[in-house]
């Protein structure tokens, strides 16, 4: 029963026309959220009394940091759905998802690189957070091109999402590696178990931001499985009847 209510409700025509009702909004109030939230962390949030201005890259670091990893958590969800019940949906999000997830992954490294220059010295260090986000990073390179080097795109699906389940144990890695070795790179400043060390006046920005991003990286997502989805659909009926 189960089975046939995940294929009732996850076919690729419900998808497109349930996200095209939803996406202007979405779109829309991602943007409004992000602008906010970097408007106030750079032009009004109090100077940092140890690191300056320079922490103000928290708004593009923080969340592109945390969405590189929730990006490819929902990559491992969709990826054991198509495996378990064959949704062909699951891999058309985990092909989409892979595209946002290199890019918002991409961003944090890079953002982090400009904050290590002031606040360690240096652009780069082999640390255990930034290695093993790098490495996110090659995973996610990896699943696109994996699934590019296919000509027949069920078997590309399937190896793809069999790869999208293995990486996944570097998402625990990437959390708690903070917290297992010796690295440059601090704890986290929020978490669910002992509240916040940030003050509420940089804090509250920085949710904003979050939110915002997540909103964002939702609609961009859903732009890039749409056009994906339309590109394996074409041959339907109901693509013909859309386009």
């Avoid at 962390?41 to 590189?68: K, T």
């Avoid at 990486?167 to 978490?191: E, F, M, R």
């Amino acid at each position: 029963m189960f089975s046939s209510f995940v294929h009732r409700f996850s076919s690729p025509k419900s998808y497109v026309e349930i996200t095209r009702k939803f996406f202007p909004y979405i779109s829309l109030f991602g943007f409004l959220l992000l602008l906010i939230g970097w408007i106030w962390g750079l032009a009004f949030a109090p100077e940092d009394a140890v690191q300056g201005n320079s922490y103000r890259i928290i708004y593009l670091h923080v969340p592109a940091s945390i969405f590189a990893q929730l990006v490819y958590f929902f990559m491992s969800i969709c990826a054991l759905i198509h495996l378990v019940w064959r949704v062909k949906l699951a891999a058309y999000l985990i092909k989409s998802a892979a595209l946002v997830g290199a890019m918002i992954t991409f961003i944090a490294l890079f953002s982090g690189s400009i904050w290590g220059i002031p606040t360690w010295g240096t652009w780069w260090q082999w640390d255990a957070r930034i290695t093993s986000t790098l490495i996110l990073f090659i995973m996610y390179l990896g699943i696109i091109t994996l699934h590019g080097s296919f000509s027949n795109l069920e078997k590309a699906d399937r190896l793809m999402s069999i790869l999208v389940v293995v990486g996944v144990v570097n998402i625990p890695i990437i959390k708690k590696s903070v917290d297992w070795w010796s690295t440059l790179h601090q704890s986290a400043s929020i978490t669910i178990s002992d509240g916040t060390s940030i003050d509420p006046s940089m804090l509250y920005p920085l949710l904003i931001s979050i939110f915002g991003m997540g909103l964002t990286l939702i609609s961009l997502g859903i732009l890039s499985s749409k056009f994906y989805i339309l590109t394996r659909e074409k041959n339907k009926k109901w693509v013909q009847s859309y386009v």
